[in-house]
Structure formats: structure tokens, C-alpha cells
């Protein structure tokens, strides 16, 4: 449950590669400290983690939320969004750039696996190793 996005914990069935990518942000973070950025009890407390992080969304900002059957904005306090760098604290510049790319809470704002392969934080792998996940 650690590593579900905010579309998939509000009740979205359809599968896309934007799942993932969150999921990837999870892991990516936790790689950094050795502890889950988000690390919730159930989906509900999960959700509410993530907004306590990432802030609240609006569905100004996020027009889908309305097609989230567990969207409410009853249930969920606002928040707005904290820097990152507070919980994961180690990583560059380049580091934070890619974190944050991974970690949108709206799905079709997150950075592709293409684009993250070729985001700057990763200027130094070579070409070898990066041509493995290119297809």
C-alpha cells in the first residue's frame, strides 16, 4: 500500500504506466533514507500522508478527482505542499528535480519512464546502461 498513487488509494481501476512511476518515487525516496515516505495504516490514512506531504489537491488543479469514487473533499483536511527535501534530505538538486517529477499527485503531470531515463539526475550513468531500458 506504500507505494499506491493518490488516483489508485481514490479509487481508480484503470491501470497506467503512471502508477508505476509513482510507485518508483516511493521507492526511489525510501532508497535514499531506509524508511517509507509514505507509510500508512490503511487507504485512508495512506491518502491523508501523501496530502500531508504534498499538499492537498483542488479539482482546479486536478479536474479528475471528480471522477475518483473516493474523492471527497469533506474527508480530507487541506494542506499545502511541505519541501521535500525536509523528508528526504540527502539527495542534489538533480535528485529533488526527478523526486518531485515522480511524486505528482495528478497522474498525467507525472514524468514519463522515457523522460526520467533521460532527466539530468542520471547524466552520469552511460549510455550502456541506458539503452538497456529503451526500446
Known sequence: MWYRPPDVLLGNKEYEATI???????????????????AGLNDDNQ???????????SVKDYPGL???????PEKFEQHQPQDL???????DDNGFDLL?????????????????LEHKYFADLPDKVKNLYKK
Request: aromatic share 10%; net charge positive; with cysteine.
Open 20 to 38: 508505476d512511476v509513482w510507485s518508483i518515487g516511493c521507492i526511489f525516496a525510501e532508497m535514499c533514507t531506509g524508511k517509507a515516505l509514505f
Open 47 to 57: 491518502t491523508k500522508q501523501i496530502f500531508r506531504i504534498l499538499g492537498t489537491p
Open 66 to 72: 471528480l471522477d475518483l469514487p473516493g474523492w471527497d
Open 85 to 91: 527535501k525536509q523528508y528526504v534530505p540527502n539527495l
Open 100 to 116: 518531485t517529477k515522480l511524486l505528482m499527485i495528478q497522474p498525467d503531470k507525472r514524468i514519463t519512464l522515457p523522460e526520467a
